[in-house]
């Protein structure tokens, strides 16, 4: 790792790129909370319509299920940003070169590739509920910016310089060939 010093230009960058990944995500899941609040009714109706089909001895009220509905989504909401918290908290080890740059490193690139997997499927997700095609089409386009400026701070976290910072030297892992 490197001494106290200015960081290069690419891990000032990836560390500007994840901030934005994050406020973008932050955006994400607000908007998809407040989805799945405006669509509890449609989600109600169906758990209970499940619900009867399996012929269940014992239904639930629909103010029950409507508090599931609610409570798990702002669970749900919660736990994403508790992950948000700890992505910004592995981005700011990585720019810092600290003892744990280089697991934040790798981190960071393990999240990245799971918001570009995201931003794939984003484009599978059937769209079965009531909410305005606009809300989705907001949701989904913020889905997709994230995952591809993902991709983008994960290209810069493995730059040469980046991985010079952390203390990861990829050369040194090579293995040697063997001589005749």
């Not at 406020?23 to 109600?44: F, G, P, W, Y």
């Not at 509920?129 to 983008?152: K, L, T």
């Not at 050369?171 to 001589?179: M, N, T, W």
Request: hydrophobic share 50%; aromatic share 8%.
């Amino acid at each position: 790792m490197k001494e106290k010093g200015t960081a290069p230009e690419s891990v000032v960058l990836a560390f500007k790129v994840w901030v934005a990944v994050l406020i973008l995500e932050i955006v994400h899941q607000i908007t998809s909370v407040l989805t799945a609040l405006m669509d509890r009714e449609n989600t109600t109706a169906t758990i209970i319509e499940q619900y009867k089909q399996s012929q269940a001895a014992v239904i639930p009220s629909e103010t029950f299920v409507s508090t599931v509905v609610i409570g798990s989504s702002i669970f749900v909401g919660c736990v994403a940003l508790a992950i948000i918290g700890i992505v910004l908290w592995l981005a700011r080890s990585y720019v810092s070169a600290g003892p744990r740059a280089g697991t934040a490193r790798k981190v960071l690139t393990y999240f990245g590739v799971f918001f570009a997997l995201r931003c794939i499927f984003a484009f599978k997700a059937p769209t079965l509920s009531m909410v305005p095609i606009g809300v989705q089409a907001f949701n989904g386009s913020v889905e997709i910016a994230v995952g591809v400026a993902a991709v983008v701070g994960t290209i810069l976290v493995s730059k040469p310089d980046s991985l010079e910072w952390v203390g990861d030297n990829l050369s040194a892992k090579k293995p040697k060939k063997p001589q005749r």
